[in-house]
């Protein structure tokens, strides 16, 4: 059976939009109608907190595996056109830095930010929760930026692009 290598690489092109449209989409989602939803309609402010960290959570889990799904199909569609990989590319890079984003929301700012919801009625702690909260925002703004970014320099260029 004879691998038609158009249609690989069509597939992995493929692949790698639909992850960064995954991704993106949810981050959108998320600012866009879930968090405000739940700040709207959830009178508990520490129940809305858990919910929305919940949410943040999943959509991190999903941010990671479509990053690295991304890698894989690249590497890939550029081994298939020039028997090589190169790592060190815009958008290999670029995915990297998202990754790593998400991972420090994930690892380090969302559980500090779960651990001071219960005590805000503390003006100290009610800073300190806004800074990370911050910084929270301040990482998905960045990974959605990238990633709109990488997604158009993807989607512009008919020309090969690993």
Known sequence: MRVDVDKVMNFLKFLMLLTLSLWLGGIIFFTAVEAPAILNHVPDRALGGAIINQSLEKLHWLGMVCGL??????????????HETRLLTFPHLTVIV??????ISQRLILPAIAQLRAAQSDPAVAVRFQHLHNWSVGLESAVLLLGLMLLYSQASDPEFRS
Do not use: D, E, N, P
């Open 69 to 82: 799904v991304f890698l894989l199909a690249s590497l890939l569609r550029s081994y298939a056109a020039m």
């Open 98 to 103: 998202m990754i790593a984003c998400t991972l």
